[in-house]
């Protein structure tokens, strides 16, 4: 297997390194990747769009098709993952229990559990470690701040660097932050299954609800000058804050599939433990 | 002769990418653990991504964001060079290529620890064995 | 100047993928490839893409990693080759 292997990679690099003899010089301004459409993306992406961060101009207004059918695609990987892992089977006994008082640590080995009501107990993960102050007292602290910066990813993104996945990915990040440094259930019970898959759906729907608006205002499918007859913002502003809008919606369905990919994966479906 | 060798030689960076390219693609094919696989499959994939990357490289230009932009009001006070900004166009499709990846390891990963549960394993031809020796 | 931090790094990032795939520990191939993953957000940004640095950063070196390492501990940490 390993001989067959090395034939074919060695066969596919000679075939490659053949092929680069055609290709242009490193840093040219004149490639062919660089003369065809994108001259007119750098030219008039002020004066038609009033963004100047190329990029997210070409990503959310004139490609914006493209963006819509990958936040479908993200929505859908968070979906087989959830449908792939979860069950509802709990397992029988190992139960970790500490009292708060006294600090003692109880193993109950059978398949009883201590009823949530006595507030002296709280349930505690099969590998967890009393030497914990420091991580939760600067994980609490640091959390908020990780999403304000995500909003202003989001918010900045026609200006700078970022846009919508980027804020949305560090939004889920700080979740899994959350998750990591206190208990995998602290996590779940601020964002439960039903509000995670909610959003993931809303971020698809408000994508694809700009694009309806616009066609049903008169225009094709996300044309977003034609929003100019509901809002009082001249046709060449509006396409910034309809781009805005879209924005908004990739960064809260990737927030929630990063959430629920995490939450499945570290806790194999059962959504009780985790890392 | 001399100069199809002098030619290939120019081109020192695509012999780089494409060695990258050939580490994930054995590590696909040779590798028998299947988190092993996952890595080689991330980095054909971001081998790739650093292929188109460097195909819109200009030399001596800025980033693609038009400098002194904000708040302009009428876009004749801009005069745009396009061969001082980099092509933004394969930036564009290589951050619709970086999400798909992130969602299809998600996927593989949730794959693989349902295999786990199963078999117990994650050596691909002990799963095999595993299969033909439960189907008898 | 510019070509030889882009000669060291793309070094670095070349000895990064062979040592992921080759050692036989998992956890160990996960922060290997979170290594690996930071390196090429420095090559991109290096070459202008800073979009998609940005992206490979909180992406590849952030939430990949995550996500290989609660999966290897869900599963084993041992592997034959």
């Known amino acids: 297997m390993r001989y067959i292997g090395l034939f074919i990679v060695i066969l596919c690099g000679a075939l490659l390194l053949y092929a680069t003899q055609d290709f242009p010089a490193w840093g040219d301004p004149n490639s062919p990747a660089s003369s065809h459409v994108s001259p007119h993306y750098i030219q008039k992406s002020i004066e038609e769009t009033s963004v100047p961060n190329l990029v997210t101009s070409v990503l959310a207004d004139y490609r914006s098709f493209d963006t819509m059918f990958e936040t479908t695609v993200i929505f859908c990987a968070g979906l087989a993952c959830l449908l792939l892992l979860r069950t509802f089977i709990q397992e029988r006994g190992n139960w970790y229990y500490r009292h708060i008082p006294t600090e003692v640590t109880l193993h109950i080995k059978d398949a009883r559990r201590i009823p949530k009501d006595i507030k002296d107990f709280e349930r505690i993960d099969t590998l967890w470690v009393p030497y914990d102050l420091i991580i939760k007292t600067v994980c609490r602290i640091c959390i908020p701040f990780i999403q304000l910066f995500a909003f202003y990813v989001v918010a900045h993104g026609d200006f700078s660097p970022g846009g919508g996945f980027q804020g949305g990915v560090i939004f889920g990040a700080s979740l899994i932050l959350l998750a990591i440094a206190f208990d995998l259930r602290t996590a779940i019970e601020r964002l439960d299954e039903f509000k995670l898959g909610v959003l993931s759906a809303l971020g698809v729907f408000l994508y694809a609800g700009i694009g309806m608006l616009c066609m049903i205002l008169g225009g094709s499918f996300l044309d977003y000058s034609q929003l100019s007859k509901i809002f009082p913002v001249d046709p060449v502003h509006i396409r910034a804050l309809g781009m805005l809008g879209v924005e908004i919606g990739v960064g809260i369905s990737v927030m929630a599939v990063m959430a629920i990919i995490y939450i499945n994966i570290a806790s194999e479906g059962r959504q009780d433990e985790g890392l | ?136 | 100047m510019n070509w030889l931090i882009d000669l060291f790094i793309l070094t670095l990032v070349i000895v990064c993928a062979i040592a992921a795939i080759s050692v036989r520990d998992l956890l160990s191939t996960a922060i290997l490839f979170g290594a690996y993953s930071f390196m090429m957000c420095l090559l991109w940004a290096i070459m202008g893409a800073v979009d998609v640095a940005f992206t490979e950063a909180s992406v590849g070196a952030g939430v990949s990693t995550v996500f290989f390492v609660a999966a290897v501990f869900r599963t084993t940490r041992r592997t034959k080759d």
């Open chain 2, 1 to 136: 002769m001399h100069e199809f060798f002098m030619e290939i030689v120019d081109k020192y960076n695509y012999w780089l990418y494409i060695i990258l390219m050939m580490i994930g693609l054995y590590a696909m094919i040779v590798k028998n653990n299947l988190i092993k696989k996952l890595v080689g499959m991330n980095i054909f994939q971001t081998a790739i991504i650093l292929f188109y990357i460097s195909i819109g490289y200009k030399e001596d230009a800025t980033l693609p964001i038009i400098v002194n932009a904000h708040g302009v009001h009428s876009p004749e006070e801009l005069a745009i060079n396009t061969a001082e900004y980099i092509n933004p166009l394969p930036h564009v499709l290589m951050l619709t290529a970086i999400v798909v990846s992130v969602a299809t390891l998600g996927v593989a990963l949730a794959l693989s620890v349902k295999v786990y549960q199963q078999y117990k394993t994650l050596e691909e031809d002990e799963i095999r064995m595993r299969i033909r020796e439960s189907s008898l």
